[in-house]
């Protein structure tokens, strides 16, 4: 499939998503998994940021610490020769703190009222870090769950298993060069998607990625 392809396909997923968002198959927003370290990190993390804004939460080394951790029990570094690979904490550590003013600008925007100013600030962040080592140069992955972690709500999670799935039609890698507009088309769609409804939550894009893994979880068991 061509890009071009790839991108028209993406823009017709989205707008069903929107259309039809809370509605039949785009309504279960229940929770798919509560137990392991991906759940226990991940709730760490939202539980840090209840209690401290960004900018105390970039001094914390726990913090940096539960990302880290996070990220690896999502399925970020993998032993052996294949897989991805995550960089040395250091380094990961330093990829975050270069941008910290950025990240904290980013953090007082918000998707309803900044859609343009905020969607520019994340491209910016997304084009400045290098969160793993994987040889094929991808970092969308690594990049959008390490930017939800640190923005949870301004910046939307990629996986390959579930989001790409739904809006390329199969768990597929990207070619890097495409990547970047993926993110931003996904982007566009979250902000749409939270423009037109009502999300009662402390983190609403989680709510959005709850909805399309749900959806996907169903086609598969269909199978």
Do not use: C
């Amino acid at each position: 499939m061509k890009n071009e392809e790839k991108l028209k396909l993406i823009d017709e997923k989205g707008n069903i998503l929107i259309k039809n968002y809370g509605k039949e198959q785009f309504n279960d927003t229940s929770e798919f998994w509560k137990q392991g370290p991906s759940w226990f990190f991940y709730t760490e993390i939202m539980e840090q940021h209840k209690q401290k804004g960004i900018e105390e939460l970039l001094k914390d080394k726990y913090f940096l610490v539960s990302i880290y951790a996070a990220l690896t029990s999502w399925g970020l570094d993998r032993m052996g020769k294949g897989g991805p690979k995550m960089r040395n904490f250091d380094p990961f550590k330093e990829e975050i703190l270069k941008n910290k003013e950025r990240i904290i600008k980013i953090s007082k925007l918000d998707p309803l009222k900044d859609k343009e100013l905020l969607e520019s600030e994340l491209l910016f962040l997304f084009d400045s870090m290098n969160i793993s080592e994987n040889k094929n140069k991808s970092k969308i992955v690594a990049n959008s769950k390490t930017m939800h972690f640190l923005l949870p709500k301004q910046a939307p999670i990629i996986d390959r298993e579930y989001i790409v799935r739904y809006f390329m039609g199969k768990s597929t890698a990207l070619d890097s060069k495409y990547e970047r507009e993926f993110y931003s088309r996904i982007i566009k769609i979250y902000f749409k998607i939270l423009t037109e409804n009502q999300i009662s939550s402390d983190d609403p894009l989680r709510e959005i990625d709850k909805v399309i893994v749900n959806h996907i979880r169903k086609e598969l068991n269909r199978k």
